[in-house]
């Protein structure tokens, strides 16, 4: 599945496909590439039970990976590791298999890691602080962009 994706000239896959288990709603999976460097790939089916239009949940993926990216070049945020979608060789965010699932591809950002909840109030800050940067990184974005991928997700009333 990985060389649907150009993810670089001569990468082939060296190792197995890890599946990543702790997440609840897209198949995900690790796997090692080697090119002229050894690289690791987030290769994941979205769940199409969940997100119903994925075409516009790319769109709002590559949107905002874009504006991030662009934002970390022109110097307005910290400098590091961020997320990469990247494209099939057709130039799509994502591949549609023969039985009609749903791919897309990311770089695997090291020395990352997630939890399904926090354990202390030490990892509840260090969320926080996260989820913070990552709002900062969005000011300015042009919000009226996005697509409502599940319809009424926030409006905790109606939910």
């Given at each position: 599945?990985?060389?649907?994706?150009?993810?670089?000239?001569?990468?082939?896959?060296?190792?197995?496909?890890?599946?990543?288990?702790?997440?609840?709603?897209?198949?995900?999976?690790?796997?090692?590439?080697?090119?002229?460097?050894?690289?690791?790939?987030?290769?994941?089916?979205?769940?199409?039970?969940?997100?119903?239009?994925?075409?516009?949940?790319?769109?709002?993926?590559?949107?905002?990976?874009?504006?991030?990216?662009?934002?970390?070049?022109?110097?307005?945020?910290?400098?590091?590791?961020?997320?990469?979608?990247?494209?099939?060789?057709?130039?799509?965010s994502f591949f549609v298999d023969t039985e009609g699932s749903y791919w897309r591809c990311y770089n695997y950002?090291?020395?990352?890691?997630?939890?399904?909840?926090?354990?202390?109030?030490?990892?509840?800050?260090?969320?926080?602080?996260?989820?913070?940067?990552?709002?900062?990184?969005?000011?300015?974005?042009?919000?009226?962009?996005?697509?409502?991928?599940?319809?009424?997700?926030?409006?905790?009333?109606?939910?």
């Amino acid at each position: 599945m990985l060389r649907q994706f150009a993810i670089g000239t001569g990468y082939s896959v060296i190792s197995k496909p890890l599946e990543l288990t702790e997440g609840h709603i897209n198949s995900t999976f690790l796997l090692e590439a080697r090119g002229d460097e050894v690289k690791r790939f987030i290769l994941q089916k979205i769940n199409t039970f969940v997100f119903k239009q994925p075409e516009e949940l790319m769109e709002n993926v590559v949107r905002v990976t874009r504006f991030i990216k662009e934002r970390s070049n022109a110097g307005t945020s910290a400098k590091q590791d961020y997320l990469t979608v990247f494209p099939t060789h057709a130039g799509q965010s994502f591949f549609v298999d023969t039985e009609g699932s749903y791919w897309r591809c990311y770089n695997y950002i090291e020395n990352s890691y997630s939890l399904q909840a926090a354990g202390n109030v030490q990892e509840a800050y260090r969320a926080a602080k996260a989820f913070g940067a990552f709002q900062g990184m969005l000011d300015g974005f042009p919000i009226e962009q996005l697509h409502e991928t599940i319809p009424d997700f926030h409006n905790t009333a109606k939910r």
